[in-house]
């Protein structure tokens, strides 16, 4: 009996240390270099900005008008690959995978907070070399966009937001608040349940969320460093009362929002066309909280539309 109880005993241990090698190993990460491989298309580039390596994604004719687009919380520059598909066209559409996230990786000065994202905007256009950009965002990258444009009005020609951040949500308003227990396990390990499940939350059609871009999503968050960066940011996130800022935006400015987002709901967007002086406002019926992937056609469409009804945004 006493054996058989060691042995027993020896089972558990071994069975314990397994599991905890296993959540080890899904919080150490993915190789950068072999995402990079494996990801990175043939028009990707890395470039220095202030001492980040970032990915950066150019399409277009090189004299085209620029619109830079900005991507959301835990995701990538892909989000926004049919926009580009649809504008590249016409447009300098650039894009690139802000910091902490996708194959950009973490910051090492751990630059989150909302208005060091809008900042980190200009940094990259003087990397690039432009001057003067329309400037899209959805979600985080929508924060960072409209506190870009009110901050430096000079430097943009129009202003596109897609369910942007903006007015307090989620109990976040003038202080950070700290992700529970279950969210920081997530955002450590993102396996691809996980992170399906995620997806139907953001998405309304879960008929549109794909194999590819599960897995894409999967990889990226895991992306060594990007995990903890995820953390870091949430940490420094805060949305107090931007209705004053907003009213100081002087570009032309278009709102798209999914009338089905349970992320930022859609009484926000109504909020925020009223702010925001002169703006438009479209709601997309049966979308949810990222309208440039469910619908890009109608989408881009519209942000086409607009762009040319102030003369291309050039």
Avoid: C
């Amino acid at each position: 009996m006493k054996r058989f109880l060691l042995a027993v005993l020896a089972l558990v241990v071994l069975g314990a240390a397994a599991a905890g090698f296993v959540v080890w190993k899904a919080t150490q990460g993915l190789d950068p270099a072999e995402l990079e491989a494996r990801y990175a298309a043939g028009v990707d580039r890395f470039i220095d900005v202030e001492g980040l390596r970032v990915r950066i994604r150019e399409e277009g004719p090189a004299d085209g008008p620029p619109i830079v687009l900005l991507h959301g919380f835990v995701v990538s520059l892909e989000s926004f690959d049919g926009w580009a598909r649809e504008l590249s066209d016409e447009y300098r559409v650039i894009r690139f995978d802000l910091a902490g996230h996708g194959l950009t990786g973490p910051d090492p000065e751990k630059r989150y907070a909302p208005l060091e994202r809008a900042e980190f905007v200009g940094a990259v256009m003087d990397a690039l070399g432009i001057e003067r950009a329309v400037i899209g965002g959805n979600s985080l990258g929508g924060l960072a966009a409209w506190r870009f444009a009110a901050a430096h009005p000079d430097r943009v020609t129009a202003l596109v937001l897609v369910s942007p951040g903006a007015f307090p949500n989620q109990y976040v308003s003038d202080e950070p608040v700290a992700p529970p227990a279950a969210m920081v396990a997530f955002l450590r390990t993102a396996t691809p349940t996980a992170v399906r499940k995620a997806l139907e939350g953001v998405y309304h059609d879960d008929a549109r969320i794909t194999e590819a871009r599960v897995a894409l999503m999967s990889d990226m968050m895991r992306r060594r460093g990007n995990g903890q960066a995820f953390i870091d940011s949430i940490n420094e996130f805060s949305l107090p009362d931007p209705t004053a800022d907003l009213a100081t935006i002087e570009a032309a400015t278009l709102i798209l929002w999914g009338e089905e987002d349970i992320v930022i709901p859609v009484a926000q967007a109504s909020m925020m066309a009223r702010a925001i002086p002169g703006s438009k406002l479209i709601v997309y019926p049966r979308i949810g909280h990222v309208p440039q992937e469910e619908d890009p056609a109608t989408s881009a469409a519209d942000v086409r539309a607009f762009l040319a009804s102030l003369g291309g945004g050039s």
